[in-house]
């Protein structure tokens, strides 16, 4: 997020969710508004991807607006034009990429779904 300039306060000793050793989905304090998320990152078995918390306010809804995200990506790729607002690769990989994001999206949208992956 640094590297991306994206201005952001502390991040969370530990993962506010995990499905080891699939996923991980870390709060980051907002820049702008301290003790409040500002941010929701994703770590694991796919590309490593942030979220602007928004409306998202717990990390299922960030991982079900992260798997919507990643599926519009590859859907790009696959029609080999540019996402308005994200990229991954360079156009020569994305014949690989895509299929690769679209089952990576799948599993996010899977254990989103799946009520027994969540504490209420």
Request: net charge negative.
């Amino acid at each position: 997020m640094r590297a991306t300039g994206v201005k952001h306060g502390q991040i969370g000793e530990w993962p506010a969710w995990h499905f080891a050793p699939y996923v991980s989905v870390w709060a980051v304090e907002s820049g702008e508004r301290r003790g409040y998320v500002g941010w929701w990152v994703f770590v694991g078995d796919g590309p490593t991807d942030y979220l602007s918390a928004g409306d998202l306010h717990t990390p299922r809804d960030a991982m079900r607006a992260l798997a919507e995200q990643w599926n519009s990506v590859a859907e790009c790729m696959e029609k080999g034009v540019e996402h308005p607002t994200m990229s991954i690769g360079d156009p020569e990989s994305w014949s690989e990429l895509a299929p690769m994001l679209r089952e990576r999206a799948g599993m996010l949208e899977e254990i989103s779904a799946d009520d027994e992956n969540w504490e209420e």
